[in-house]
Nanobody, 115 residues
């Protein structure tokens, strides 16, 4: 069983920054992808940023230039540095991991951007 634990969410003012962390543990078999998704109220879950085992990185259009995803392979941990946050970034942010055995989700961390 794989466990994903997110942290770092919270309340921040527009223009502020937050850094999310996701630590993976358990029976992990050859990670292919680790990503961040988010889901705002009344909306579908969407990809924010992702990393692949080959070193590839992808960002959503809304994240480009503001968010940075990074990965500590030795610790099976990914981070999401989020800058210039705006109210539209308010959502529950989920960590996602795909390994050779399947797909795994964290429980999510709330990010609220409000003045």
């Amino acid at each position: 069983q794989v466990q994903l634990v997110e942290s770092g969410g919270g309340l921040v003012r527009p223009g502020g920054s937050l850094r999310l962390s996701c630590a993976a543990s358990g029976s992990i078999h050859r990670i292919n992808v680790m990503s961040w998704y988010r889901q705002a109220p009344g909306k579908q879950r969407e990809l924010v940023a992702g990393t692949s085992s080959g070193g590839g990185i992808t960002y959503s259009d809304s994240a480009k230039g503001r968010f940075t995803i990074s990965r500590d392979n030795g610790q099976n941990t990914i981070y999401l540095q989020m800058n210039s946050l705006n109210p539209e970034d308010t959502a529950v942010y989920y960590c996602y991991l795909e390994d050779n055995r399947g797909h795994h989700w964290g429980q999510g961390t709330q990010v609220t951007v409000s003045s």
